[in-house]
């Protein structure tokens, strides 16, 4: 990666013994491994370490002119939750809302519903692409530099409304981003029934959805906010067997034809609709 490897590199070669990226382990898909707890700073001047958050946000910027969209962008809120009065009207609440975009949606790994974990990881290099295009500078610097920041504040909602308080942080040896807080994270997975579901054998599908809200804002704006507010996000699971989408790849984003057909039904040039009922 050019300058990218080299600044990668130094920063790397700092970390304390045990936690270099290849003495942690890391599933470039999945992300299943524990958390490390990282009680330590970068040993690097302040101009360095700012230069190597600059180095790390380019090139998750970059990710985003490098792909093409996924074709998950097409979901449309009102279509795929329509019927999801308690979260509609948690939303409604959230006076001047947007629209929940969808920003990432992918086939949930079993290992994500060990609680053990104490967090969700959603979206590693160009598979998060489009909630690092749904961040401000501000916002990425802040996740990126957890270790000073602690994370960037991101309230979740679930299907039935419930809100959960999670910070966003960044996993610079995998290049994932990760929603934190052991607590938040199991009382979220119990309630939408997930490490049941898990151990019960049935496949799931997860999507993000990406929001705003000058409710959701804490203290005074400053410079780098976001004109629509703080940033909130929605994740909705599915049961691939049981909500009828089948297990066809649609794309190397795992949207399925059948999940892209039941939530945006415009065939496919070249295709008729009754090969996929």
């Not at 009102?78 to 086939?107: H, S």
Request: aromatic share 10%; glycine share 8%; charged share 25%.
């Amino acid at each position: 990666m050019g300058q990218a490897s080299s600044d990668l590199s130094s920063h790397h070669a700092s970390y304390p013994p045990g936690e270099s990226p290849e003495e942690r382990r890391a599933d470039t898909m999945a992300d299943p491994s524990p958390p490390v707890p990282r009680m330590w700073y970068p040993a690097k001047s302040p101009e360095k370490w700012a230069n190597t958050i600059a180095v790390w946000k380019a090139e998750l910027r970059a990710f985003g002119s490098g792909h093409a969209p996924a074709n998950y962008l097409k979901l449309k809120f009102d279509d795929v939750c329509g019927g999801c009065a308690a979260l509609r009207a948690e939303l409604a609440a959230l006076d001047a809302a947007t629209t929940p975009t969808c920003v990432y949606a992918k086939k949930l790994h079993g290992a994500q519903a060990d609680l053990r974990h104490g967090r969700l990881s959603i979206g590693g290099k160009h598979l998060g692409r489009h909630i690092t295009a749904a961040l401000t500078d501000g916002e990425l610097d802040t996740i990126i530099d957890d270790d000073r920041t602690g994370g960037l504040d991101v309230p979740v909602f679930d299907r039935d409304g419930r809100r959960y308080e999670f910070k966003c942080v960044y996993a610079e040896d995998t290049g994932f981003y990760r929603l934190a807080g052991a607590a938040e994270y199991e009382r979220f997975m119990v309630d939408n029934n997930v490490v049941r579901d898990v151990e019960l054998g049935k496949e799931l599908f997860m999507e993000v959805w990406a929001f705003r809200s000058p409710a959701l804002q804490k203290g005074l704006m400053s410079v780098d906010d976001h004109p629509d507010g703080a940033l909130g996000m929605v994740i909705l699971f599915f049961d691939l067997d049981a909500d009828g989408f089948g297990d066809e790849l649609f794309d190397d984003d795992s949207l399925t034809i059948k999940h892209l057909l039941r939530h945006y039904p415009k065939v496919p040039e070249g295709y008729e609709l009754e090969q996929f009922t």
